[in-house]
């Protein structure tokens, strides 16, 4: 999932990761059907991306300046705290969802 000008389909397709762009208004005046259901279907998820990343943000190892000597590590801290994210609670309610 990524916005508009995030231009790295070309380098997803070989390693099989679809990228969800939402649909944009340029010329026209409105969406057409499929892009409607697309763009809903797209933001339905996105928030709860945004919840995720707002909550791996609260580690201070990530909002704070990383050293120069860190850098070389960053991806792997990055993924420790997304893993730490796993010990927290849902972000999505599975009651809600249930009859899905």
Sequence with gaps: ???KGFNIKDLLEPI???LNIPPFLSDKAQFNE???ENTQSV???RIHVERAI???KLYKIITNVVPLSLVGVLNQIWTVCCM???FQSPI???EK???D
């Design 16 to 18: 099989g990761v679809t």
């Design 34 to 36: 499929e892009e409607v």
């Design 54 to 56: 707002s909550r791996i």
């Design 97 to 99: 969802y249930e009859g």
């Design 92 to 94: 999505i309610d599975q």
């Design 1 to 3: 999932m990524a916005d």
């Design 43 to 45: 933001a339905s998820v």
């Design 84 to 86: 730490m994210l796993l």
